[in-house]
T-cell receptor
């Protein structure tokens, strides 16, 4: 069964203080690792898909990387508007379209 | 334009009642999903339909019954509501039945409170 563990559970940052979020996964035949952002009271918003180890993707202050066991979401010089819960999910060959989500990392960026 | 929409946004009801949540997507996707997000914020898939065919059916009480009248709509009917059904329910959609790397797009959620 696919498993996803995110750490830390919560992260407090000062504006401009860069940091990284971790997503460790166990799957049989990775068919995509997905990062989402979720604001309070809203649905998850798609950020990135990573397909294979070594791949990197960037969007504004966010950069996602992937190895065979984990993914990192790097937040560079965060701003208060980057405050949200960041969710990681995986899909495996065996699971078809089923996404398995981690518990998320709550990020709070203080001005 | 709203890509994935759900109604209602909030639903407060008493134990034992029957209720429905509706979902519609205008992305032209052929696959839709229902997820449950509990108080600890874990998102877990419940069901998935591809072109009106049920393709994912997780271990969910049979009080929950999804229905897909067409590939743009997926409804969730819940019978005999229980306190433990209180959660946020998300609808999502994607393109592709399986084997692809297609991301899923989520609706705004329906917060269900059973009293």
């Amino acid at each position: 069964e696919d498993q996803v563990t995110q750490s830390p559970e919560a992260l407090r940052l000062q504006e401009g203080e860069s940091s990284s979020l971790n997503c460790s996964y166990t799957v049989s035949g990775l068919r995509g690792l997905f990062w989402y952002r979720q604001d309070p009271g809203k649905g998850p918003e798609f950020l990135f898909t990573l397909y294979s180890a070594g791949e990197e993707k960037e969007k504004e202050r966010l950069k996602a990387t992937l190895t065979k066991k984990e993914s990192f979401l790097h937040i560079t010089a965060p701003k208060p508007e980057d405050s949200a819960t960041y969710l990681c999910a995986v899909r495996s060959k065996a699971a078809g379209n089923k996404l398995t989500f981690g518990g998320g990392t709550r990020v709070l960026v203080k001005p | 334009d709203t890509a994935v929409s759900q109604t209602p946004k909030y639903l407060v009801t008493q134990m034992g009642n029957d209720k429905s949540i509706k979902c519609e997507q205008n992305l032209g996707h052929d696959t839709m999903y229902w997820y449950k997000q509990d108080s600890k914020k874990f998102l877990k898939i419940m069901f998935s339909y591809n072109n009106k065919e049920l393709i994912i059916n997780e271990t969910v009480p049979n009080r929950f019954s999804p229905k897909s009248p067409d590939k743009a709509h997926l409804n969730l009917h819940i019978n005999s509501l229980e306190l433990g059904d209180s959660a946020v329910y998300f609808c999502a959609s994607s393109q592709g039945r399986s084997g692809g790397y297609y991301e899923q797009y989520f609706g705004p959620g329906t917060r269900l409170t059973v009293t």
